[in-house]
């Protein structure tokens, strides 16, 4: 029983130390940020402290209803404040200003002007690669590697992402959202939007990615997944890797192999090794089709690893007897493809949940939608007589759903730091010196939501926003002005898999609204503008930063399908 007091007090003492210990931190962190002579927020935790992470929401929301609740801790003090707050603080403090925690100080910037430098200033605005090191999953990869090694890998994997894949990607998801729209349109309401459109994405991925081709199953037919075993089935591997990818990350393969952890855990041992044994047997056959000239089916692993057979093989016949290598590793093979599915699959999906929501809630922009659609195709009924060459550049409807979306709910926010040395940064007429070990964080929620780059309405969801006449009288993608639009960052960092992730969304898009129309599933007492108005206030409300921005509960907005009048 003596144990207990022992106990209690050495926690306690613990905890009075911690304390002790972040309040120098955040006094030395304050007097660095005065220097800065930007208006300052002071924050009690870091946000990177990873207990923190897990209850920073409860604990906030528990404070906000407190007397004194609202203040800078309860307001900026958790994951996805960024969404709650938009252009608020930018708009209180001006272009820029600084957020100090115990851990370092933050330094947030809504200047385009700004960011743009930021952007061209790679070496002196790196990323931060320790909050990228857990993505070391299957090896390095474009996103935990800098400098030499990020060019190489970036020069590369980009040549992966062309116009055959993009093909791939258009066929593919015409043939699964025709499938995934059979089954919604055969039921009453669907629950099971968001977990239907993950598994989409998933089976895109795997068709472009691996060249393996599934049919849609939704995940309300359970009968279609049981008996499933990770450890034998491709699919499943990958979608237990993805579903689990925060957990592999925090605790790493090896431990997961342990044989006293529970079988659900052991079982995501058992997925990322069988992913990673299907990509050890296509890279050695790829490898021998190389060495004998043979041609294979084209997909990203394939291209990947003869682009950098072919990148190895120049390098070394221009640097005969050096021992450099041009091409990469297995391990970054292996890396660069669990990071393409990491990135590419819930980043998609999220997307495409918003984008029907909010399509569910504003029927007009749907006909809209529809009358693209109608004109683009005309007599050509069924997708499998759309062409991704002739088609998918004259869907400009559809492509402003998806740059709205994003615009209002961008998926994956960017960082940048100062690493180890100071840097002077233009900010308006004001020239700030930021010190080394800062953060510098393009406020992309603001950007995307300030009145003065995107009018009054900036906060409404209107696709059409996005649309402009040509000078040859038809509709074209209207271009933001550079720095007001970072959804998929910018510069030499920006996104490699845009097109992907285009491409897919667009060729979804005109499979569902071509001929048939969404709607929220009226509950007891309602009007079709009280459902709108509820799913409406459910997109904004219920919307949160889990690994990524998502609908967190898009269940309980349950929606209808039907044919379009």
Not at 5 to 29: E, H, K
Not at 57 to 82: A, C, H, I, M, Q
Not at 195 to 217: I, N
Request: charged residues 20%; contains cysteine.
């Amino acid at each position: 029983m003596a144990l207990i007091p022992l106990a209690a007090t050495v926690i306690l003492s613990s905890i009075f130390s911690w304390a002790i210990y972040s309040g120098v931190c955040l006094l030395r962190n304050y007097r660095s940020a005065r220097k800065l002579g930007l208006p300052i927020r002071v924050l009690p935790i870091s946000h990177g402290n990873p207990f923190w992470m897990i209850v920073d929401s409860k604990v906030t929301s528990l404070f906000r209803r407190l007397p004194f609740g609202d203040n800078n801790f309860t307001r900026y003090n958790w994951r996805g404040w960024e969404v709650r707050d938009r252009c608020r603080s930018h708009l209180e403090m001006g272009d820029a200003y600084v957020q100090v925690t115990p851990g370092r100080n933050w330094v947030y910037l809504c200047s385009p002007e700004s960011l743009l430098e930021v952007f061209r200033r790679r070496s002196d605005f790196p990323r931060p690669l320790e909050l990228y090191e857990l993505l070391n999953i299957f090896g390095s990869n474009l996103s935990t590697v800098d400098g030499p090694q990020w060019k190489k890998q970036r020069k590369i994997t980009a040549s992966c992402f062309n116009e055959s894949t993009s093909e791939a990607v258009w066929t593919e998801s015409l043939s699964l959202a025709t499938d995934m729209l059979k089954f919604w349109s055969s039921k009453e309401a669907v629950s099971s939007t968001a977990d239907d459109v993950r598994t989409l994405s998933l089976h895109v991925l795997s068709k472009a990615g691996f060249g393996k081709s599934f049919k849609f199953q939704s995940q309300d037919d359970h009968a279609s997944f049981k008996d499933v075993n990770p450890a034998l089935d491709y699919k499943e591997s990958l979608k237990t890797v993805l579903d689990n990818c925060v957990l592999i990350m925090a605790l790493g393969t090896k431990f997961l192999a342990r044989p006293w952890l529970p079988n659900k855990l052991r079982n995501v041992h058992k997925a990322c090794v069988a992913f990673q044994r299907h990509m050890t047997g296509v890279y050695e056959e790829e490898k021998r089709a190389f060495a004998q000239g043979l041609s294979t089916d084209r997909n990203l692993l394939s291209s990947l690893i003869r682009a950098s057979n072919e990148e190895a093989n120049k390098t070394s016949s221009a640097n005969a007897g050096s021992s450099s290598v041009g091409g990469l590793t297995e391990n970054e093979i292996y890396g660069n493809m669990f990071v393409f599915n990491f990135a590419g699959h819930d980043t998609t999906a999220h997307t495409l949940m918003f984008a029907i929501a909010f399509l569910a809630a504003n029927p007009e922009v749907q006909t809209w939608l529809s009358e693209e659609l109608s004109t683009v195709f005309a007599d050509r009924a069924t997708p499998d007589q759309w062409d991704y060459q002739q088609d998918f550049p004259k869907l400009t409807r559809c492509h402003a759903v998806l740059m709205e979306t994003v615009h209002l709910y961008t998926p994956v926010p960017v960082a940048k730091w100062t690493e180890i040395s100071a840097q002077t940064l233009q900010v308006g007429d004001k020239h700030v010196t930021i010190p080394s070990d800062t953060m510098v964080i393009p406020s992309y929620t603001a950007l995307h939501t300030h009145p003065r780059f995107w009018g009054q309405d900036a906060l409404q969801w209107r696709p059409d926003r996005w649309v402009t006449q040509g000078a040859d009288g038809r509709e074209e993608l209207k271009t933001p002005a550079r720095g007001t639009f970072i959804a998929w960052s910018e510069g030499e960092r920006s996104c490699p898999g845009k097109r992907f992730s285009q491409v897919e969304f667009v060729a979804t898009m005109a499979v569902l609204f071509k001929d048939w129309r969404v709607s929220p599933q009226r509950f007891e007492g309602e009007q079709d503008s009280d459902a709108r108005q509820r799913l409406s206030h459910l997109i904004e409300t219920d919307s949160a930063q889990v690994l990524l921005l998502q609908m967190l509960h898009p269940e309980r907005a349950p929606l209808c399908w039907s044919k379009a009048s």
